[in-house]
């Protein structure tokens, strides 16, 4: 009789520190897996926790909950297939990074993670005690080996599985969303499957924590590389995979191959999941935001709509005399053609108020960037007024090339609980809109056809906050500003890659200052979603007070 082997493979959605429920989701696995004849279930590295925890394992009574949890699912999973999920381990005064087998009521096999990441967001080391390298485990007629996510990325932990018996590689992962992430993924597991010569399941967690995203994607691969499996991306899923033991060992049968998109719907997905999990998982369930007649302000606005709804999602225009009639009319289009409410609050008396209860002070100075901010912190003031009268959070509209130069007025328009373009370029911003006007895709809750309006995608941006006012007055053509930043912030390149890039060595040295000097504002600037592998957060941590400049003799003050 040939031996076969049914995986049920969960690529779910954990909310962070909600042990009970993410217990319940993934007995919701179990029972799913049970009902289709698994031998085994299995979710991701750290579901049970959520991830990326951060010092929240370092709290003993945290711990002491999820060694509680795992040891309650093991009792009510007796009965059925064998559960994989990841958690915490306690060995002394050791703290691991762990995935779990339950089966027949207990903890019959502990993966403990060996390889701790320790770069871009992740910081491991700070939390966890690397493991030893783990041996296989028996499930039914199988031996599987399991490499903990970033284990699998050194093949050290595969080849001694594969030495010691294992005849599969289930490798659990929570690996965070980057651009092309997906591609990198898939290269280093090739290398473990022709190192090994054995069949392996990539499982990848799904959803947003914070900033970043975990866009799933999860696939298995078959001993001569073949795709045999394909989850889709930024979704959840769960899927059956068999396998079958011939001659030459076991073999995934073919299965559902998801399609992969290109990346920048991915980097839309990732916006419109990752504001979708921040407001749910943080309690909030309507958003508002200043609508400008801009871009930016458009672009958040489609987001919001299709990850919440445009129901649950209230724009508010706040016209000064410096405000385009053309401005009014596209803000107005953007939210019509969304379907969301458009409220409109004039900031011509609270500026007059403000500007009065100055004057004792200010009244016989000229006018300056200080009236401009004025407007902004009064826009921000009143939106912030609405999100505490009706309990809808307020989104920040700034991008990537703003956040970069500090183009943007804290406590102004950089006020609000989150941003979704936080880590997309100013030209990624465009191109976006362009993508999301032509595309609708069913996870997309905001309607189909041009919700953002040529004209506020095709007008030279502006803030409104002077007579004729530009972009342009202050900043390079935003293709020139973010090619340097490119080369300045995602490459960590210098002045001299600048100019061998084509840019004056002036401007290039205007915009790294810039930079530097605008730390402070990001430093209190909201979470944003992460679609880089150097994103303003934990994959570029900089001192707010920085004296150092490229090329500069640096030799300080007395």
């Known amino acids: 009789m040939t031996d076969r082997f049914r995986l049920t493979l969960a690529q779910f959605n954990p909310v962070m520190g909600d042990l009970a429920g993410n217990a319940a989701r993934a007995r919701e696995a179990w029972a799913q897996g049970r009902t289709a004849g698994a031998d085994m279930v299995a979710l991701p590295e750290m579901f049970l926790t959520g991830y990326n925890p951060q010092d929240l394992v370092l709290r003993p009574a945290f711990q002491a909950a999820c060694l509680r949890e795992i040891e309650a699912l093991a009792r009510d999973c007796a009965d059925g297939p064998a559960l994989g999920i990841g958690g915490l381990w306690l060995e002394g005064t050791q703290l691991h990074n762990a995935w779990f087998v339950l ?47 970033e284990d699998a990325w050194y093949p050290d932990v595969a080849e001694t599985l594969a030495e010691t018996g294992a005849e599969v590689l289930l490798v659990p992962n929570g690996s965070p969303y980057y651009r092309d992430k997906l591609e990198v993924r898939f290269n280093h597991m090739v290398a473990r499957v022709v190192e090994t010569g054995l069949p392996l399941v990539y499982l990848n967690m799904v959803g947003g924590q914070d900033d970043q995203v975990f866009d799933g994607g999860s696939f298995v691969l078959n001993p001569d590389c073949s795709v045999a499996l394909q989850l889709p991306v930024m979704e959840e899923a769960l899927a059956h995979v068999d396998f079958e033991r011939g001659p030459e060992g076991w073999r995934a049968e073919p299965g559902a191959r998801a399609h992969v998109p290109e990346s920048l719907e991915q980097d839309y997905h990732a916006m419109v999941v990752s504001l979708r999990d921040y407001m749910r998982k943080s309690g909030f369930g309507k958003a508002l935001l200043g609508l400008s007649g801009g871009i930016d302000s458009a672009m958040v606005a489609a987001v919001a709509a299709d990850a919440l709804g445009p129901e649950n999602l209230r724009c508010v225009m706040l016209p000064s005399e410096y ?231 640096n030799r300080g003050t007395p």
């Open 103 to 149: 089966k027949e009521g207990r903890i019959a096999a502990t993966a403990l993670k060996h390889h701790l990441p320790n770069y871009l967001v992740f910081d491991e080391m700070r939390t966890f005690t690397a493991g030893p390298i783990s041996g296989p485990y028996a499930v039914g007629p199988m031996r599987l080996g399991t490499p903990v996510c």
């Open 323 to 553: 405000t385009s009639p053309v401005s009014l009319e596209d803000a107005a289009g953007v939210a019509k053609r969304l379907g969301t409410r458009l409220d409109e609050l004039p900031i011509s008396g609270p500026r007059a108020a403000v500007t009065e209860a100055l004057a004792p002070l200010m009244g016989d100075l000229p006018p300056d960037i200080t009236e401009e901010n004025l407007q902004s912190r009064l826009r921000g003031l009143l939106l912030m007024a609405l999100s505490n009268k009706f309990g809808e959070m307020l989104l920040t509209t700034g991008n990537k090339s703003e956040v970069a130069v500090g183009y943007a007025t804290i406590y102004g328009d950089m006020a609000g609980g989150y941003n979704p373009l936080k880590d997309l370029y100013k030209t990624r911003v465009f191109a976006a809109a362009r993508w999301r006007n032509a595309n609708h895709r069913a996870w997309m809750k905001g309607p189909a056809g041009e919700v953002i309006p040529s004209r506020v995608i095709s007008k030279p941006p502006s803030a409104e906050l002077r007579a004729d006012q530009r972009d342009s007055d202050s900043l390079p053509d935003y293709e020139h500003l973010d090619a340097m930043l490119e080369i300045l912030v995602d490459r960590d390149g210098s002045i001299e890659d600048c100019v061998a890039a084509g840019f004056d060595r002036a401007e290039a040295s205007r915009i790294e200052h810039l930079i530097y000097v605008s730390e402070y504002k990001r430093f209190q600037s909201a979470p944003g979603t992460r679609l880089s592998k150097r994103a303003f957060w934990l994959d570029r941590r900089y001192p707010i007070v920085n004296r150092w400049r490229d090329g500069a003799t």
